[in-house]
Nanobody, 115 residues
Framework: QVQLVESGGGLVEPGGSLTLSCAAS????????MAWYRQPPGKRRELAARIFNSGITDYESSVKGRFTISRNSANGMVYLQMNALTPEDTAVYYC?????????WGQGTQVTVSS
């Protein structure tokens, strides 16, 4: 079992920055990759960024160059640095952890980009 707790969401103006944090606990040694997903209002949840144990990362095209995912494997923390935010980035952001047999979700944190 893996438990995930997100923090760092909030209200930010267009063009601003925000950093989300995710604390993983439990069987973190079994995690294959961790990721940030987001669900805009009225839309489906989508992958925003993920990072594998190897350190390899990949990003959804609309966030590439603006978002950076990073991970501290020693303490189970994953971060999402978000820059140049636009109203289209408004969503509930979820931390996710994938093991060989399961997928785990955090409770989500709201990010609102508005002036």
């Amino acid at each position: 079992q893996v438990q995930l707790v997100e923090s760092g969401g909030g209200l930010v103006e267009p063009g601003g920055s925000l950093t989300l944090s995710c604390a993983a606990s439990g069987s973190i040694s079994s995690i294959y990759f961790m990721a940030w997903y987001r669900q805009p209002p009225g839309k489906r949840r989508e992958l925003a960024a993920r990072i594998f144990n190897s350190g390899i990362t990949d990003y959804e095209s609309s966030v590439k160059g603006r978002f950076t995912i990073s991970r501290n494997s020693a303490n189970g923390m994953v971060y999402l640095q978000m820059n140049a935010l636009t109203p289209e980035d408004t969503a509930v952001y979820y931390c996710g952890a994938t093991t060989t047999g399961d997928h785990y979700w955090g409770q989500g944190t709201q990010v609102t980009v508005s002036s």
